[in-house]
C-alpha cells in the first residue's frame, strides 16, 4: 500500500494513496468543511463546500472525491474559498425555506452550523420561496422539503447501508427533489423498513421524527457509525 | 431579472398604527378611527404545517407575550391530540402564564404607562419615557424594571429562554422546574410584592390628580369577557367565559370556550388591518351604533377579567378587587382603570405562584402525553396578559395544518379602542388647532389597552402615530407625524 506525501496549509502529511484529500486533512486534524460528505458512505462531491486550491491548478478541487497525489500542494483556507463557502450557503438558504428559529433541528443543524461558521449574518441573494411539500404520511417520520439541501445523503444511507434504496432523486434543476419509491408518499412505500438511518443521516430538519418539536430533532448518528465501522473492521465476516 | 413584487405595507412591523379624525361642518368631531396598518399573515402561512411545529411558530407572533401563544397553541394541540396531560404539566403551564401576566403587566405599567402617569400627560415629551422616569423616580424604575425581570426568569427557568420558549408542547411540557429554580423563585418574591404594593398606592394617590383622563379615556358601558372557574374565580389558564354588561350583570356564563364561533363574530372594517370581533348575540355595532347600550362591543384584558369575576382566590388580591369593585360601583367602566386592574392581577399572580412553591409536582419529570391526531380540530385558549386569547386549528389526517383562526385579545378591544379615540378627540379637539397635550392623551388611551401592536416602538418611549385631521368635505386641514 503505497503513501504519499503532500503539503496541506503548510503542513507536510502522509497519507496512503487510496485516501482523498479530504480524509488526510481530516487524519491531520485539519478542518474541512463539508455538507453532502458522510463518512461510510460513497462520495458525490455534490455540495462543492469542501473545494480547495491545488497548486499547479486553476480550478478548485472537490476535496472529498480528489484523491492525495506526491508532492501536492494544498490550501483549505483563502479569502477565495471563504467567498464561495459562504456564497454555497447562501444559495442554500435563498433556494429552499430555511427559518431556523422555528425548525426541529435548531440547535443540530449542519447547515445552521455551516452558516454560523462562515459568518453569514445576512443573505443578499434574493429568496425564492418555492412552495415546497410536508410528508407525514409515515407513522414514525417526517419529510419537510422546504428544508432539504439536496445533499443525497439519505438516498446513498438507505442504498449503501440498509439496502432499501427506497430514497431517488426526481426533477431537474429548481424542481429537483428527493422522493420515495415512485414518487408516492412516503407511509404508502412497501420498500421502507422504517430503519431510520435517513433520519439520522439528514443534515438538516429535512427528514425527522414525528412529534419532534422545535429543536428537538437530533440527529443520532450511532447506529450508522457501528454498521459502518463493523464493515470497515470485517467483523460480520464469518 | 423577473418582476419584483412589491408589498406595501411592510410586513412584521409591531407598533405601527394611525388616527384619523373627522370634523363636522361646525368644526367639531364626528368620527375618530384607530388604524392598525401593519399585517402578519400567521393564519395563511402556517397552512401546511406539522401541527407539533404550531407553540413554537405561534409564539414568534410576539416578542411580550409569546408564552400566551404558546400556550393557546399547546392547548389546541392537546385537543388535536385528545389527550388529558399530565397534572404536574397543567401546573407548570399555569406557572408560566401567572409569570408572563407579571412581567407583560410590569412592563406596561412601569415601562410604558408610568411615564404619562407619574410625569404627567403634559410634560417635556423628550423626557416623558422610562429614562425621565428613571431619573425623577429611581427606586420606582428600578423595581418596575426587576418586576419584569423577575417574571421573564421564571419564564427562563422553565423553558430555558426568557423570550419565545419552545418549552409547552402538544401533550404537555418539556421540562420541570428544577429545585434550584424554585429556590430563587421563592427568593424573588419579596421584592416583587413590595414593587407592586408601592406601585399600587401610587396609583391609586395619582387618581385624584387624573379624574378628567378617568372620565373621558374609554368611560363607556360595554360588555366584559373573560375566564372564571366554574365558581367565578378569576381565571388565566383553564375555566369557562363569562359576559357581563357594564351594570354587572352576567348576560352570559359558563361558555365553553371551544365554541367561540357561536358567540363571537368577527367584523372587518377597509381601514385597518385588525379586525373586529363582536358578542354575536347582539350583533356587530354600525359606526353611527357606536354608543348604543345594546350592541355586541366587548372589552377583554385586565379591566374586564375583574370585571367578570367575583373574587380572585388569593387574600391581598381579594382585598384590591373589592376596593376596586368599590371604586365603579360593581362594574368599572372607564379603560383608565385597566392600570390599576394591571396592578391588582400582579399582586394576585404573585400571590399564586407563592402557593405553588410547595407543590412537588412542579418538579415531576412525567410531563408529556404522547399521542397522534385523533380529532381533525381543535380549539386553545387562554387568558393572555391582554385579554382571551383564542387559537383554533384545523389538520388533516396526518396533522399538517388546514386552516387556523387566532383571535387576539387587542382586536377583541378593537371597537373599544375605536370608541377611546373618539371620546378622548371629542373632548380635547374643537376647530383644527390640534391642541399640544392632544397626542398624548390619544396616545395614553390607546395605552391603556397595552395593545399588542405597541410592543416594538414603545419601548423607545412613543408610539409612531399619524395624525390626520379632516373637515366635513373630507378636506385634511391638519397632519402631525410622530415617529
Known amino acids: ?238 | 431579472m423577473g418582476q419584483k413584487i412589491v408589498i406595501d405595507p411592510v410586513t412584521r412591523i409591531e407598533g405601527h398604527a394611525k388616527i384619523t379624525i373627522h370634523l363636522d361642518d361646525t368644526g367639531q368631531v364626528s368620527d375618530a378611527r384607530f388604524h392598525v396598518t401593519e399585517f402578519r399573515g400567521f393564519e395563511t402561512f402556517c397552512q401546511g404545517r406539522p401541527l407539533w411545529e404550531m407553540p413554537g411558530i405561534t409564539a414568534r407572533i410576539c416578542g411580550i407575550c409569546p408564552v400566551s401563544h404558546l400556550l393557546a397553541s399547546a392547548k389546541a394541540g392537546d385537543c388535536i391530540l385528545a389527550v388529558t396531560i399530565p397534572l404536574a404539566a397543567t401546573k407548570l403551564r399555569r406557572l408560566m402564564n401567572l409569570a408572563q401576566i407579571i412581567q407583560s403587566h410590569a412592563l406596561s405599567f412601569f415601562h410604558l404607562s408610568a411615564p404619562d402617569l407619574l410625569l404627567g400627560m403634559d410634560s417635556d415629551p423628550q423626557h416623558r419615557n422610562i429614562f425621565g422616569l428613571m431619573a425623577a423616580f429611581p427606586e420606582l424604575a428600578r423595581g418596575g424594571i426587576r418586576l419584569r425581570q423577575f417574571g421573564q426568569e421564571i419564564i427562563e427557568l422553565l423553558g430555558g429562554r426568557k423570550i419565545h420558549p419552545s418549552w409547552a408542547v402538544p401533550g404537555g411540557v418539556r421540562e420541570p422546574l428544577s429545585e434550584t429554580g424554585r429556590h430563587d423563585i421563592r427568593e424573588g418574591l419579596p421584592e416583587a410584592y413590595s414593587t407592586v404594593h408601592t406601585a399600587l398606592e401610587q396609583f391609586k394617590q395619582l387618581l385624584h390628580q387624573y379624574e378628567r383622563e378617568a372620565q373621558t379615556f374609554g368611560n363607556f358601558p360595554s360588555l366584559f369577557m373573560g375566564l372564571v372557574t366554574p365558581d367565578g374565580q378569576w381565571e388565566h389558564y383553564d375555566g369557562n367565559l363569562r359576559v357581563v354588561d357594564s351594570a354587572g350583570n352576567v348576560i352570559a356564563d359558563r361558555l365553553d370556550p371551544a365554541h367561540y364561533q357561536d358567540f363571537i363574530g368577527e367584523a372587518v372594517e377597509p381601514w385597518s388591518y385588525l379586525k373586529f370581533p363582536y358578542y354575536r348575540p347582539l350583533g356587530y355595532p354600525s359606526s353611527h351604533e357606536h354608543c348604543r347600550l345594546d350592541n355586541g362591543m366587548y372589552r377583554v384584558g385586565p379591566l374586564a377579567r375583574l370585571n367578570v369575576c367575583t373574587r380572585f382566590g388569593t387574600p391581598l388580591a381579594d382585598q384590591e378587587l373589592r376596593e376596586f369593585h368599590d371604586r365603579g360601583n360593581g362594574t368599572v367602566t372607564s379603560s383608565f382603570f385597566y392600570h390599576y386592574a394591571r396592578l391588582i392581577e400582579i399582586l394576585g399572580a404573585l400571590e399564586h405562584i407563592e402557593q405553588m412553591m410547595d407543590d412537588p409536582d412542579l418538579l415531576s419529570t412525567h410531563l408529556r402525553a404522547n399521542a397522534g391526531i385523533n380529532q381533525l380540530e381543535g380549539v386553545g385558549v387562554s387568558e393572555a396578559p391582554r385579554g382571551t386569547l383564542f387559537h383554533h386549528y384545523q389538520v388533516d389526517e396526518s396533522g399538517l395544518m388546514q386552516r387556523l383562526n387566532l383571535i387576539i385579545a387587542t382586536g377583541q378591544n378593537n371597537l373599544a379602542m375605536n370608541r377611546t379615540v373618539t371620546q378622548i378627540a371629542r373632548h380635547f379637539i374643537h376647530g383644527s388647532d390640534i391642541p399640544e397635550g392632544m397626542l398624548n392623551r390619544v396616545e395614553a388611551g390607546i395605552r391603556a389597552f397595552d395593545p399588542c401592536l405597541s410592543c416594538s416602538t414603545h419601548a423607545a418611549g412613543q408610539m409612531p402615530l399619524h395624525l390626520q385631521l379632516f373637515n366635513a368635505k373630507g378636506t385634511l386641514l391638519n397632519e402631525v407625524w410622530r415617529e
Open chain 1, 1 to 238: 500500500m503505497a503513501v504519499k506525501t503532500l503539503i496541506i496549509d503548510d503542513q507536510l502529511i502522509s497519507a496512503l494513496e487510496e485516501e482523498t484529500l479530504l480524509q488526510a486533512a481530516q487524519a491531520a486534524g485539519i478542518h474541512i468543511p463539508t455538507l453532502c460528505y458522510l463518512e461510510g458512505i460513497s462520495e458525490v462531491g455534490a455540495c462543492r463546500l469542501c473545494l480547495v486550491e491545488i497548486a499547479g491548478s486553476s480550478k478548485l478541487h472537490p476535496a472529498c472525491v480528489t484523491k492525495v497525489a506526491e508532492g501536492m500542494s494544498v490550501r483549505t483556507q483563502s479569502d477565495r474559498l471563504q467567498k464561495y463557502r459562504r456564497l454555497i450557503i447562501e444559495m442554500l438558504f435563498a433556494e429552499g425555506n430555511h427559518i431556523c428559529a422555528v425548525c426541529v433541528a435548531n440547535g443540530h443543524c449542519e447547515l445552521q452550523q455551516l452558516a454560523m461558521d462562515l459568518g453569514m449574518d445576512h443573505v443578499t441573494l434574493e429568496y425564492q420561496f418555492p412552495n415546497r411539500l410536508v410528508d407525514l404520511s409515515h407513522d414514525r417520520f417526517g419529510m419537510d422539503h422546504n428544508r432539504c439541501v439536496l445533499c443525497t445523503r439519505c438516498i446513498r444511507v438507505c442504498d449503501e447501508l440498509e439496502g432499501a434504496h427506497i430514497w431517488d432523486m426526481a426533477g431537474r434543476g429548481t424542481r429537483s427533489q428527493v422522493i420515495t419509491d415512485l414518487n408516492q408518499p412516503w407511509g404508502t412505500s412497501p420498500t421502507c423498513t422504517s430503519c431510520g438511518k435517513c433520519v439520522a443521516a439528514c443534515p438538516t430538519g429535512a427528514i425527522f421524527h414525528q412529534g419532534s418539536t422545535v429543536g428537538e430533532m437530533v440527529h443520532e448518528r450511532t447506529r450508522i457509525e457501528f454498521i459502518v465501522n463493523a464493515r470497515q473492521n470485517h467483523q460480520w465476516q464469518f
